[in-house]
Nanobody, 127 residues
Framework: QVQLVESGGGLVQPGGSLRLSCAAS????????IAWFRQAPGKERERVSC????????DYADSVKGRFTISRDSVKNTVYLHMSNLKPEDTAVYYC????????????????????WGQGTQVTVSS
């Protein structure tokens, strides 16, 4: 069964850091693009970051460039989102998603390019 499970969310003060994990099962992540999306209450879903198959391409939303880093541990079959200098506007539910096979080679910002989603993990940035 193809599955993604996020973890690592929580409450953090502004300027703090968190590392989100996206653990995959039922498929090998290196063969697919894996993206992190987020959605805050009343806002549209936003693609935060993506890593393409074979780690050839990484991409970030302008709002997180220089603060977030995506990485992959192929042995653990897990993709991480390292978040630093967190801001209150980063508060959202964060989801990871697996690309469709035909979308593995690049990072799409379109949610329709992804066919499997995790259940999400809440990140709250507040003092």
């Amino acid at each position: 069964q193809v599955q993604l499970v996020e973890s690592g969310g929580g409450l953090v003060q502004p300027g703090g850091s968190l590392r989100l994990s996206c653990a995959a099962s039922g498929f090998t992540t290196i063969n697919y693009a894996i993206a992190w999306f987020r959605q805050a209450p009343g806002k549209e879903r936003e693609r935060v970051s993506c890593i393409s198959s074979n780690d050839r391409v990484t991409d970030y939303a302008d709002s997180v460039k220089g603060r977030f880093t995506i990485s992959r541990d192929s042995v653990k079959n897990t993709v991480y989102l390292h978040m630093s200098n967190l801001k209150p506007e980063d508060t959202a539910v964060y989801y990871c998603a697996k690309s469709r096979p035909t979308r593995a080679y690049y990072c799409s910002a379109d949610g329709r390019s992804y066919d499997t989603w995790g259940q999400g993990t809440q990140v709250t940035v507040s003092s």
